[in-house]
């Protein structure tokens, strides 16, 4: 007993620092999530700002094991807001973190810049430690498989990054070109056999074959809404679940939009092929989707024109968060709550009994109940010094 209250001693001294080691404080079965937050970036009212003398863009831990969620880490890092809400991983084990989508805002150019580095956050190390991989191209997506040896990272080229994970060493391994344009989310299957990538520009969802860490691809391609661009996998082994963004993800669209309806994609992947059996309607702009890790639901955070300007009819104030039920092979709503201001990311707790979103001109991360297929918003907030951008949970 007095062993164990002075671990948990040392697990609170170590939280006011917030840079401390994850193994100090694993004295519980941890729900480790990480959000990438971007300091330099504001929307006001739907435009696009980036104010002078911003904070740092970050990088913070969370355990979702005990409620409300709990920060046990942050660090700067460079992260930009410019692209799928999935621009980070984290290994099973929490010991390192991958961060892409790295920009920075030149201020006298008044110009974004997009580097070609991925970050590496040892975060065993005291204060966590950052290091830059360089893959030649502006890296978007990023997923680690479960046994946390591989990890997948998409590019604006049209290719996926394959890099080897070993403790806290990350080495590039190999290029994939799967494409001539811009890529965006990427997740394993839970076997680790598979991965599937949206292809955001060319429409579709990439299906990658894997064997013995050999990264290939299969030439399958799964049918999709337009502009497909989060990809998650249930940890059965079942479904996967595309968000598909529409005209406004496609670049340089010129024309004016105002708020139509989007699609998520329901994929079966329990056997192969892999086959796309259904198109659900949803609010404008599925930025992020996520599966529960018991396979029984579906979320969804939709800007839903919360994203245009005052002058766009289409514009709401808030967006929504929506829940689906997946029964009998189909994606089924159950319910929807109001959202935040051109929200992002969207992941559930290990439980599946929370949904964690990016709240990002808010710089909060809000919290929802699932209850049984009723979403409740819990009033649950916690704040960040950016606004979040991406947001993942380790492998399930």
């Not at 966590?128 to 680690?144: E, F, K, M, N, Y």
């Not at 404008?284 to 245009?308: F, H, R, T, Y």
């Not at 929807?336 to 599946?352: K, M, W, Y």
């Amino acid at each position: 007993m007095r062993s164990l209250i002075a671990s948990r001693t040392r697990c609170a001294r170590a939280l006011a620092g917030l840079t401390i080691a994850i193994t100090a404080c694993t004295a519980h079965a941890a729900d480790w999530i990480v959000s990438s937050n971007d300091g330099k970036y504001q929307r006001v009212e739907g435009r696009d700002t980036y104010p002078a003398n911003p904070q740092p863009d970050t990088l913070t831990l969370l355990d979702a094991s005990r409620f409300p969620p709990q920060v046990k880490v942050q660090v700067e890092v460079e992260n930009g807001i410019q692209g799928p809400p999935q621009a980070v991983a984290i290994t099973p084990d929490a010991s390192v973190a991958l961060v892409a989508a790295p920009t920075r805002y030149d201020q006298a150019a008044k110009k974004l810049l997009m580097d070609t580095f991925v970050q590496v956050v040892d975060l065993k190390a005291t204060p966590p430690a950052v290091t830059r991989l360089d893959i030649g191209s502006h890296p978007q997506g990023i997923a680690i498989d479960r046994a946390g040896r591989l990890a997948l990272v998409t590019c604006v080229d049209g290719s996926v990054v394959v890099l080897g994970i070993e403790g806290n060493r990350v080495t590039l391994a190999d290029t994939l070109k799967i494409a001539q344009k811009r890529l965006a989310g990427v997740s394993f299957t839970h076997d680790g056999r598979h991965a599937l990538v949206a292809l955001r520009d060319e429409q579709g969802v990439a299906v990658l074959d894997i064997a013995d860490g050999h990264v290939t691809d299969s030439g399958v391609r799964l049918s999709s809404g337009v502009a497909p661009y989060t990809v998650d996998i249930s940890s059965d082994g079942k479904w996967a679940v595309v968000s598909d963004v529409g005209l406004a993800g496609l670049p340089s669209y010129a024309g004016k939009l105002a708020g139509d309806a989007d699609t998520i994609t329901l994929i079966d992947v329990s056997h192969e092929p892999f086959r796309s059996v259904q198109h659900v309607t949803v609010p404008s702009l599925p930025e992020g989707v996520a599966i529960s890790a018991d396979g029984k639901w579906i979320g969804v955070q939709a800007m839903d024109g919360s994203n245009l300007t005052p002058d766009n009819p289409g514009r709401h104030a808030r967006g929504k968060v929506l829940l689906f039920a997946i029964r009998d092979g189909q994606a089924v709503k159950m319910s929807e709550a109001p959202g935040g201001e051109a929200a992002q990311g969207i992941v559930f707790s290990a439980d599946s009994k929370y949904l964690i979103v990016q709240f990002n001109v808010e710089k909060q991360l809000a919290l929802f109940a699932v209850n049984g297929g009723h979403l409740r918003d819990t009033g649950q907030r916690i704040a960040l010094t950016g606004g979040p951008s991406s947001l993942r949970t380790t492998p399930r």
